[in-house]
């Protein structure tokens, strides 16, 4: 029993050693922690007033200014050139007659001319000059050219232009001209009706629209336009 208890106690005794030396361990960590998160605190109330003076300083500073360069308004328009804003579909029939000579003796020539056409129109920014663009506190003054038509042409489509009737004297040769006359008469027929109708007015408006709306999207908020010198 004596050799019993005795290996008992000194199984005792070696395990109590081990906790006194964890906890020994575990107590030096904690204070080394504790330690350190005291020197950081000290630390942090020794730069407090730097931190503060560093605050008011930047508080007070003139704020920086934003500058914005826009790029030149006349720059952003002349590459458009010939600005086609408007167009006009039209159709008509055109008759032509060309006498066969004095004497009657052959009848008339006679040609009917089934026409459809367009006609465009727009403005031409290749015409703008230095002094017809200004720029004043941001705001855009534009003298634009006068809206002109471009074009006005046939649609060779034989479903649209086609020769509807044709009459010409027998035994002669045919005439050349007669068509090719039917289809000038169609063309300034064209002309004539879409600038009866404000195709040129149309034209200026929507030229106008979609400058100011081109010259926003690169930053200029405020575009107007004004007519004569």
């Given at each position: 029993m004596s050799e019993t208890s005795a290996a008992r106690r000194s199984n005792w005794l070696a395990i109590?050693?081990?906790?006194?030396?964890?906890t020994f361990i575990v107590g030096v960590i904690l204070f080394a922690h504790l330690f350190y998160q005291a020197y950081k605190t000290i630390q942090g109330i020794a730069n407090?007033?730097?931190?503060?003076?560093?605050?008011?300083?930047?508080?007070?500073?003139?704020?920086?200014?934003?500058?914005?360069?826009?790029?030149p308004a006349i720059?952003?328009?002349r590459p458009l050139a010939r600005l086609q804003t408007e167009a006009y579909f039209l159709s008509t029939i055109v008759d032509v007659t060309i006498p066969r000579?004095?004497?009657?003796?052959?009848?008339d020539d006679y040609l009917l001319l089934v026409?459809?056409?367009?006609?465009?129109a727009g403005v031409d920014l290749k015409k703008l000059t230095e002094e017809d663009v200004r720029v004043n506190d941001g705001t855009v003054i534009i003298r634009l050219p006068p809206a002109e038509i471009?074009?006005?042409?046939?649609?060779?489509?034989?479903?649209?232009?086609?020769?509807?009737?044709?009459k010409e004297a027998p035994f002669v040769s045919p005439n050349e001209v007669i068509e090719s006359e039917a289809r000038q008469q169609?063309?300034?027929?064209?002309?004539?009706?879409?600038?009866?109708?404000?195709?040129?007015e149309r034209a200026q408006r929507n030229a106008e629209q979609e400058i100011r709306r081109l010259l926003q999207l690169v930053g200029y908020d405020q575009v107007e336009f004004v007519t004569g010198e």
């Open positions: 109590l050693k081990y906790i006194i030396l964890i407090l007033p730097n931190q503060v003076e560093q605050t008011v300083k930047g508080a007070l500073a003139q704020p920086t200014p934003t500058v914005t360069v826009l790029p720059d952003q328009l000579g004095l004497l009657k003796i052959w009848p026409a459809c056409g367009k006609v465009t471009f074009d006005v042409f046939l649609f060779e489509d034989r479903d649209c232009t086609y020769v509807y009737r044709r169609a063309v300034e027929s064209f002309r004539r009706t879409a600038l009866d109708n404000g195709i040129l």
